[in-house]
């Protein structure tokens, strides 16, 4: 039992967690360096890890996800896509998600071979579908794939313990990694390309003196119009999203309607003049952050059986390894793309839009987000095709 089981006290926490990381990172050179994203997971695993919170509360789900949905709509709101693709980003973004995709679709069918008949002699071969579907698309193909192939319950159950604690752990690996990715011979992006500000040669210099999170003139109506809109269109997609004719798809097609929704806004009324829409989507993403960590509970990883978290841990890290080399070394994509691709295919859109803005690359916002939905597209094919190529490699039936 948890020293703090209160959800109001967790609440707090999620509330302070964040803006204590950032206060130490504006205090700190040093965890500056290794970024707020990084102290709000460190502390959140601590904490549940040492049993100071518990690791299954309802508040931390509820926090991560809404966080999430209005983040999503928030930094949109700022987002220029016809600007993305003048500045060339959307081909590379395409060649280096479909690389991730297919290196990820043979790793795991590779896992599958190996680990299948050892997790599960009959069943075994069909978490090669899940692990597929959700490492190319997201948590809603997992479900959905397991539910296609008939998964029984325990077996989807230990899966989808695996894959959140092992999967928490790759967003901060890849913001402590970014720094280095340029000395190790990878190609790097042009700064106002990554900031988003390629048109506007007086704000590049402005970031480049005080930091992309520089001062900014600010009241309460933009901030009261910011969550207004944001609170509207995560009210409306949310609504629109659960007929039923969406079936399983009802987490997808949420987000697909809060992205087209924003994008609408922000191209087609002044809603890009609010001051702060970033600031507000960079705290409420620390928020999600901190949530997600609180679940990364180690016995977890025990109890879900070696072999699935083996499997699991070679589909996702094997696989964005492969990644970086196949698209960096050899296609010559340049690292922040591949960045937020890997973690597109990997843990889809939302937190391929948490990791850009931790890395100060708003402009790759769109990037994050539209090769996200892309896979929510494609994982639940890949995910069956994949199951049933094992099932026949097996030799199965």
């Avoid at 005080?210 to 600010?218: I, L, V």
Wanted: some cysteine; glycine content about 8%; overall charge neutral.
């Amino acid at each position: 039992m948890a020293l703090i089981e209160s959800e109001v006290i967790l609440l707090g926490l999620l509330l302070f967690i964040p803006a204590f990381a950032f206060w130490l990172t504006q205090k700190y050179s040093i965890a500056a360096k290794l970024s707020a994203a990084i102290i709000c997971y460190a502390i959140g695993i601590a904490l549940t890890n040492l049993h100071v919170i518990p690791p299954d509360a309802p508040i931390y789900d509820s926090v991560s996800t809404y966080s999430v949905y209005l983040s999503i709509v928030i930094i949109l709101l700022s987002v220029d896509i016809r600007g993305w693709i003048k500045t060339g980003l959307a081909k590379s973004a395409i060649v280096s998600f479909a690389i991730a995709s297919a290196i990820v679709f043979v790793v795991s069918i590779i896992g599958g071979v190996l680990w299948g008949p050892k997790v599960d002699p009959e069943h075994g071969w069909k978490l090669t579908g899940m692990i597929i579907g959700t490492y190319t698309g997201g948590s809603m193909n997992l479900a959905a794939v397991g539910k296609a192939l008939d998964v029984p319950s325990a077996l989807f159950v230990a899966t989808n313990a695996a894959d959140l604690v092992l999967f928490a752990i790759l967003l901060p690996i890849q913001i402590i990694i970014a720094p280095y990715l340029a000395k190790w011979g990878f190609k790097s992006l042009p700064e106002d390309v990554l900031l988003g500000a390629r048109e506007d040669p007086e704000l590049l210099e402005k970031i480049k003196k005080e930091g992309y999170w520089y001062r900014k003139p600010w009241n309460l109506y933009d901030f009261a119009y910011i969550m207004g809109i944001g609170g509207a269109v995560m009210a409306v997609a949310y609504a629109i999203s659960r007929a039923e004719i969406f079936g399983m798809w009802k987490g997808a097609v949420n987000i697909l309607l809060l992205t087209t929704f924003a994008l609408i806004l922000a191209n087609k009324t002044k809603a890009s003049q609010l001051v702060g829409n970033e600031e507000v989507a960079m705290y409420l993403l620390h928020m999600f952050f901190t949530a997600i960590a609180a679940t990364a509970y180690i016995p977890t990883i025990v109890k879900a059986g070696p072999y699935v978290a083996i499997w699991i841990l070679v589909a996702i890290y094997v696989s964005v390894f492969f990644h970086y080399v196949i698209a960096g070394k050899l296609i010559k994509v340049d690292y922040p793309t591949i960045e937020v691709t890997a973690q597109a295919a990997i843990g889809g859109p939302s937190t391929a839009l948490a990791l850009a803005l931790a890395l100060d690359w708003p402009g790759l916002a769109v990037t994050a987000i539209i090769t996200g939905l892309i896979g929510y597209a494609i994982g639940n094919y890949l995910g069956v095709a994949g199951a049933y190529i094992v099932f026949k490699l097996l030799g199965i039936g």
